[in-house]
């Protein structure tokens, strides 16, 4: 680290659980953000400004007017712009050390695959269940971490997955691909609860990547309504196509 | 016996396993999942896992959006 990056990472330099170690992790990590809507613009934000090395940001959507109440990488300068594009040139302005790297297209297949292949971790940012579930079974295939928010109306959800999958994956939650008809587009979203859910993505990234302890086994419950949590131990299913048998991994 | 069911009270059978709670209930349905006091219990095991006095129950929907 040269002296304008201790200058810049001074104020986490400090906490004893990152200090030098800790941010030499972050600057030699790199994370694949699925999805820069609500829960990505925060999460990118805090993980270039924190100095993650390395960011992969994936989304094949264009700014649309009625994203900048809540995805606040964007301004009214940007519609009708990629994302991936917008968001690498403003990340590039707020920390021009770290590297950004754009996938301008949904991620399935083998870009998929190969996005998670070569990454540290996971932030699954995206905005429907096809998309969740195909980056899961990428990650245990893999054994990349992920770390998946979601957010509809007052609520949000939010679990830290690790290998070796002791208390089970995404799938041993949400078996089944159903697409939940409550989406933003339909039964709208408040900014700071997507932004609540986001910013924990990024929290808890920075943990992870720094050797802290994640918040891992448990899947959180935000209530913006009432304003409460609910933490509720995960458990693996036994028959999960995903992480549970031997005939896992269908990749 | 007495359960809570999200947080309200609720009399049922004795011997009544998840699966037939749900369905008693008409919310046996896709993207749904179940706590048993602030414990997740994966859907496969739903058919068999018979339900205790005191229990405390939360059903929830998934969120995708983002």
Redesign the interface.
Known sequence: MNDTDFMRYSRQLLLEDIALEGQQKLLASKVLIV?L????SPAALYLAAAGVGTLVLADDDSVHISNLQRQILFTSDDLEQPKSQVAQRHLQRLNPDIKLQVIGERLAGEVLNQAVKNTDLVLD?????AT?QAVNAACVAHNKPLIS????GF???LMVLTPPWET?CYR?????E???E???RT?G?IGPV?GV??TLQALEAIKLLSGMAPATGT?R?FDARQHSW???????????PVCGGLDAHPL | MHIHFNDEPLQCPDNLTLAKLLEQLRLLKPGVALAINQTIVPREKWETHLLHDGDHILLFQAIAGG
């Open positions: 999805g809507g609500g829960l990505g940012c995206s905005d429907n269940m969740r928010a979601s957010a509809v609520g949000g959800q089970g041993c939650v949400w078996p089944d159903h697409e939940p409550r989406n933003c039964a979203i997507v859910m986001g899947l419950l609910r933490s509720l131990a995960m458990q693996k299913a036994a028959n999960c």
